[in-house]
């Protein structure tokens, strides 16, 4: 568990370093574009445009950075006091102050956030605005002093060492040795950390003395991935090897070099495939003089192309790298799938990306198993998710007001994935869960769905079982809707658990004051909130339509006293995976007794002008009535 939780934390942190950079690539890219074209050794050599590199390079790429630090720590605030404090770096150093703004960035904005939450409810009215201008202003100010007094030259000194320590890798032959920690870096998904916040640092520095730099290349080297999966190309089985041509396009083409992360998990051993392709393009660079003048973001082909200078030497060099970096990884995974016995499961193999990823991947889905067609005769349809309290709930309420209307007696319900029955004909899941559904039942239908609460597969679903139905009520449905008839529900959604107007910079602190809320409601003991964060760290509690509705695992309903729900209105919005969220409705279930409102929350929320209506509701009461309408 410790081993794990490190893991985690690791990860996490990764992910925030890339965050702060990844925003702002378009601005890496701008002064990237503006470097290879008119700095002297450039395509269009011009004195005059060459002279914004120089500004750019010091003065806009880390201000952006400290900005995008802070403001993902206390939103707009902390932001502004990010990048004050971030300008003392600035200052403090001759060389591109990247490194420092990933520190200042996010200090000024915990600062600022530790003191708006030390004052909240002290100020008298009137004064707000004074106090939150001062209070910027003075701690960014001081931030800023100790940033250049302080920061600034230990990050000078530590990445002085690092360019002299990469420098006599360079010297000394022994630069490709950094795959040894790059590709299997990738894997573990510590690939941006690494990239933007080592590797593009001293880039910069490299390409603003020396025209461009090679460290760019090491990590956005598309040849390794490309290796592999033209290995499962000609040497896979299954649906390993009949995917790989598409994802190997994705890879190459696209630079989304996480595509091929799975085919590496089906066999560990060709993270030595990697390294040795990564080991061996590095060593060609070295050779040939490679390098590129700016970040190629995403890793693909075309961007290593539009980023190297402007001289065959240079694009002779890049495209060498590249083509043996995928020939002897080509070879090596070859050896290790034509010699190796292990079953590919590359549905397993995607699972366990998202895990070590820790969120959901934008590329998932591509691995999804191919079915038949809907199964004749389909008595029972059940929705599943970790817990079976929420997500699975509020699908299934849609679905069974589908089934009801055209007319099919059918059973739609729901439960957490340990429980699906085996009789389950059909089973519907997050597209994250289908996996686990899979192995569970592997011979129901499965549909996976990204949206719970507008999801156009389950009209299609009601077209295909409309053309073959003939089954009458099941004693489940029976059971169901005498469920959904009871009024043991009556008082659940109560008007003091209903908050309007709040803001939060982050889904985590958004789940906490939810769970907060339970817990003085004496719906839940304490540990169920830290178990609401990890069910959305498992799988997205986001349901679409800007709704989120976060709840506990499975392991925490025995944390659950009695049924409740809390109502959080966020008219601004609050980021869930990249999903803006305006409603957020906390649930606690027990025993099933939430779920007829939880029924009505999902037929409301299925219609976007209910959600409007809710988010610019002006009273806890307004909000209600709107619920209990539908």
């Known amino acids: 568990m410790a081993q794990s939780n490190i893991k985690v934390a690791v990860q996490k942190f990764g992910n925030f370093l890339s965050s702060m950079v990844m925003p702002n690539i378009g601005a890496f890219i701008a002064w990237g574009l503006i470097t290879a074209l008119f700095i002297p050794t450039g395509f269009f050599p011009n004195e005059s445009l060459a002279k914004l ?138 690939n941006n950390a690494i990239n933007h916040g080592i590797l593009s640092p001293i880039g910069a ?28 190309c000609f040497f896979g089985k299954g649906t390993a090897k009949q995917s790989a041509p598409g994802a190997a396009i994705i890879h190459f083409i696209g630079g989304i070099h996480e595509i091929y992360f799975p085919y590496v998990l089906m066999r560990p051993l060709l993270i030595i495939a990697a390294i040795l392709g990564g080991m061996s393009g590095v060593f060609t660079f070295v050779l040939l003089g490679g390098g590129l003048q700016a970040v190629a973001s995403p890793g693909s082909i075309l961007a290593i192309l539009a980023a190297t200078p402007g001289n065959a030497g240079s694009y002779v060099a890049n495209i060498s790298g590249v083509l043996v970096a995928a020939v002897v990884s080509f070879i090596v995974g070859s050896l290790i799938l034509k010699t190796g016995k292990q079953t590919e499961d590359l549905d397993e193999a995607a699972r366990k990306m998202q895990e070590m990823k820790g969120k959901k991947s934008s590329v998932a889905g591509s691995f999804t198993k191919q079915q038949g067609e809907v199964p004749a005769s389909v008595q029972k349809i059940v929705f599943a998710c970790d817990a079976g309290m929420g997500s699975s709930a509020m699908g299934a309420s849609l679905l069974r007001k589908k089934v009801k209307q055209a007319d099919l007696n059918i059973s739609v319900t729901n439960t957490a994935i340990s429980n ?29 769905v990204d949206n719970f609460l507008s999801s156009p597969e389950y009209d299609k679903l009601i077209d295909q079982l409309k053309n073959d139905h003939t089954t009458s009520k099941t004693e489940e449905e029976k059971r169901v809707s005498a469920e959904n008839n009871t009024d ?43 178990a609401m964060i990890d069910r959305d760290n498992m799988t997205s509690t986001y349901m679409g339509n800007d709704v989120a509705i976060p709840h506990g695992t499975e392991e925490a309903k025995k944390n659950v006293l009695r049924s409740g729900f809390t109502v959080i209105q966020v008219p601004e919005g609050v980021d869930f995976d990249g999903e803006k969220v305006r409603l957020i409705f906390g649930i606690a279930g027990k025993d099933g007794t939430h779920l007829e409102i939880l029924s009505g929350i999902a037929i409301t929320c299925s219609d976007m002008d209910n959600i409007e209506k809710m988010v610019h509701a002006k009273s806890a009461k307004e909000l209600m009535a709107i619920i209990q309408r539908n």
């Open 420 to 448: 699906i029955p085996s009789d389950a004909q059909i089973v519907i899941t997050q597209e994250e869960l289908t996996p686990r559904a899979q192995n569970k039942v592997p011979d129901a239908y499965h549909i996976s």
């Open 488 to 530: 043991s529900n009556d008082g659940l959604l109560k008007e003091e658990n209903v908050f309007l107007n709040q803001h939060f910079s982050s889904k985590e602190e958004a789940i906490r004051f939810a769970g907060s809320v339970l817990v003085k409601g004496g719906y839940v003991e304490e540990n169920y909130v830290e």
């Open 53 to 190: 590199v120089d500004p750019m390079v010091k003065y806009l790429l880390p201000l952006l950075i400290g900005y995008t630090g802070g403001k993902l720590v206390h939103d707009q605030r902390g932001g502004v006091v990010g990048a004050i404090a971030t300008m003392g770096v600035i200052v403090g150093s001759d060389i591109p102050m990247f490194l420092g703004a990933m520190i200042m960035g996010p200090l000024g904005g915990y600062i600022i956030k530790k003191f708006d939450q030390f004052i909240e409810g002290k100020v008298k009215t009137g004064f707000e605005m004074l106090i939150n201008n001062f209070s910027a202003g003075i701690l960014g100010g001081i931030l800023a002093i100790l940033a250049f007094l302080g920061v600034s030259p230990a990050v000078d000194g530590f990445t002085g060492a690092l360019v002299v320590g990469v420098d006599w890798m360079v010297a000394h032959g022994l630069l490709p040795l950094t795959s040894i920690l790059i590709e299997p870096a990738k894997i573990l998904f510590l």
């Open 205 to 232: 520095e490299q390409i603003r003395t020396n025209g461009q730099s090679i460290l760019l290349l090491l990590e956005t080297n598309p040849g390794p991935g490309l290796g592999i999966l033209l290995a499962y």
